[in-house]
Each structure stands twice: as C-alpha cells, then as structure tokens.
C-alpha cells in the first residue's frame, strides 16, 4: 500500500499571501488530522477530518481551515500569511476516529518571507 | 507547565547501551502514542498504548495510567536509533484537540 503522500513537499511564500496544502491519505483509511511543527512550539495539533467533516479542532485562529473530500483526500488551506507560520506541517491518516495508529506524510515545509 | 513533559532532553548514548526516554502527562487520556521522528521530518509511529507493556523488536513501551508516566525503553542502542523519540497523548475532545505532544527527545547513538 503506497503510504500518506503530500504536495507539495517544500513552499515559499511571502506575507499576506494564501497558500493550499494537500494530504492523500493511505487506501482505505477515512480520517485525516493535521499537524504544525516549529522549533519553538514543536508538534500541535491543527483539526482533525473523517468523511468530510471536520471532527476536532487545536487552538489556531480561523486563518488556518481545510476540508476532506469523498475519496478522503484532505486540503489545508492558511490566508493571510504571518512569518510566524513558517513551519512544517504535517498530516497522518489513520482508518477511524478518536485513536488508532497515526501513519503520518513526509510533510510540507512552508517558509514565509 | 507543560500537558506533556519529556525527559531527558538530549540524550548520547554509545553503541549497545539500554536506554530509557521517560514520559509524563498531566491530563485524562484514552492512549499514549511513540513516535520516532529522523532528521528531515518523517515521523513513524512506533507504539500506541492505553495500558500495560508492548514490545517491539529491541524495543519496549511501557505505561502506568494510575501515575500518569510512560517508558520508552531502547535495549543494545545502535547509531540507527539516533532520531528524535517524541510521546504523545491522546486527549481526544480536549481544549487541545486530538494529540497534544511532548517537546521530544533527541537521542544519539555513537559507535
């Protein structure tokens, strides 16, 4: 079974700009959660989606959203760029809700100028 | 203070040594995850655990829910093992969401 993918896998943007990442998930499993990692914070936690529907929410402002797909395949989309989102970030797929081993994407790695 | 708190930080260790990363959390959870994470990001999840030990390879993970504290135990450590060994709980419906994370620990294996 190919693995969780995620494109693209390096982006620069500037301030003030948008920018959409994508998540395509492992064959077969239905939930999608996003992650942010920085050197300062380390790993947090974004939102969690399964079957279409966003299931759980971490403390970021609204300017971060995303949404699931019918085939599972999850966006996350982040406006109005801060140099402080500068980060990797991460999703993992795992096959229900609330547990179960995460099997988690190389990453994005997103540098805003 | 920290939901999840890690020990030690940094850790070297030589070759075959047994070593030990300990984990502890502050809030209710209905599991524990391990994670390894190797330099340039990818992160692999080594163990999900809600009670009791398990056991992979040279690995073990061990849990006491009463005192809130995990073990990640490495035995005979090689260079391999260098990564960064991140716990994480699972605290789902909480104010932090799903995972809230440890600050990870970074351990290298010299030969």
């Known amino acids: 079974k190919a693995g969780v993918t995620q494109t693209p896998r390096y982006l620069i943007k500037t301030r003030g700009q948008q920018v959409t990442l994508s998540c395509s998930p492992i064959s077969g499993h239905r939930s999608v959660s996003w992650y942010q990692q920085t050197p300062g914070q380390g790993l947090q936690f974004l939102f969690e989606?399964?079957?279409?529907?966003?299931?759980n929410k971490g403390n970021f402002p609204g300017r971060f959203s995303g949404r699931q797909f019918s085939n599972s395949r999850s966006e996350m989309n982040v406006s109005t760029l801060e140099l402080g989102d500068s980060a990797l970030y991460l999703c993992?797929?795992?096959?229900?809700?609330?547990?179960?081993?995460?099997?988690f994407g190389p990453g994005t790695r997103l540098t805003v100028l | 203070k920290n939901e999840v708190e890690q020990s030690p930080q940094n850790l070297t260790a030589q070759e075959g040594e047994f070593i030990t990363i300990n984990c502890s959390y502050s809030v209710g959870i209905s599991a524990l995850h391990w994670l390894q994470q190797h330099p340039g990001g990818g992160i692999v999840s080594l163990f999900m655990?809600?009670?009791g030990k398990k056991k992979h390879g040279r690995l073990i993970a061990t849990i006491n829910i009463q005192e809130k504290h995990s073990s990640l135990h490495i035995t005979a450590s090689h260079p391999r093992d260098s990564a960064v060994y991140i716990c994480?709980?699972?605290?789902?419906?909480?104010?932090?969401?799903?995972?809230?994370f440890g600050k990870g620990t970074k351990l290298s294996v010299k030969p």
């Open positions: 993992a797929s795992s096959l229900g809700l609330a547990g179960g081993t995460q099997y």
């Open positions: 994480a709980v699972m605290n789902y419906g909480g104010s932090q969401g799903n995972l809230i």
């Open positions: 989606y399964f079957s279409e529907t966003q299931r």
């Open positions: 655990l809600s009670s």
